[in-house]
């Protein structure tokens, strides 16, 4: 069986509280690995991320803080370690983030990689760190090589396995993993998946971080207009048969963005069989 692992996003209103705690009670008929739950630039959402997490830990699953170090001392960093570690947290999905807007400085952390051998040095084999993975190349990367480079460097650090940014060329997801092992990676990289439910959405998502989405699949999701029935069909259809091809081609796992809903996680799993 595929091992299958969800993203979660810290909700915003009481509401979205409920509708997650929802959406993860149907999620896990799943058995997911991991529950991940992200962390906004410079650690805004820090305290509905660690909520979450405890949430996710009270029922009875791991779950797994997104944790960014850019702009944060040692200092904050090793109290926050402290704090995991006494939450019962043992995986954490660790990235060197983005700047706050008006933010002077990077603080002692440039790098992702910084962060984990900073993880490794102070807590040993404490936690599994999950780390980014961009096979289609980082938006800020300066060429393909160099981003190829700064992920090894993650690794090398101390990083125990990887999950990639979403994509739906999965020749990227191949290539990527192939030249990374050429550089010595033998970690787990896991395909990130992000389920089809919305056409302008997803067409926006992927402009603002750099996912590319073919031509084709561009043109089909516009010609559907507001048919949201069409789009969901066919947004299963693609994804699916990507989930298809990666399992084919053998990879580790897959990680889903579900946007904090359980359906279209659910409807794609079904599909591959990956659940009754």
């Given amino acids: 069986m ?3 692992s969800l993203e979660f ?3 915003k209103t009481p509401e979205g509280v409920t509708k997650l705690a929802a959406a993860r009670q149907a999620l896990y008929a799943l058995r997911p690995t991991f529950c991940s739950v992200t962390y906004g630039a410079g650690g805004s959402t820090q305290d509905g991320t660690l909520q979450t997490v405890q949430a996710i830990l009270a029922e009875g699953h791991a779950g797994a803080p997104h944790f960014s170090c850019i702009g944060a001392s040692e200092d904050a960093i090793r109290a926050q370690l402290q704090r995991f570690a006494e939450m019962g947290v043992q995986r954490i999905v660790a990235l060197r983030g983005d700047l706050p807007s008006g933010y002077g400085g990077f603080g002692q952390f440039r790098y992702a990689s910084e962060l984990v051998a900073f993880i490794r040095a102070e807590t040993g084999d404490r936690f599994h760190l999950e780390v980014a993975a961009y096979p289609e190349m980082h ?3 300066r060429s393909p090589q160099a981003d190829l480079q700064a992920f090894a460097a993650k690794v090398a650090a101390g990083a125990s396995s990887a ?3 979403f994509f ?10 192939e030249e990374a092992r050429a ?3 033998n970690v787990p990289i896991v395909p990130g998946i992000m389920p089809i439910t919305n056409a302008s959405g997803i067409l926006r998502f992927a402009d603002s971080c750099g996912a590319d989405i073919p031509r084709w699949i561009r043109l089909r999701l516009q010609s559907f207009g507001d048919d949201s029935a069409s789009i969901k069909a066919f947004g299963l259809e693609v994804v699916g048969a990507l989930c298809e091809r990666l399992r084919a081609g053998g990879a580790p796992g897959l990680h ?3 946007m904090n809903q359980s359906g279209p996680t659910l409807a794609l799993c079904q599909q591959l069989g990956l659940v009754s």
């Fill in 168 to 177: 739906f060329n999965a020749d990227a997801y191949f290539r990527f993993v």
């Fill in 139 to 141: 938006p800020q990367a």
């Fill in 183 to 185: 550089l010595g990676v």
């Fill in 256 to 258: 889903f963005y579900t």
């Fill in 163 to 165: 999950i990639t940014q």
């Fill in 9 to 11: 996003f810290p909700p």
């Fill in 2 to 4: 595929t091992p299958i």
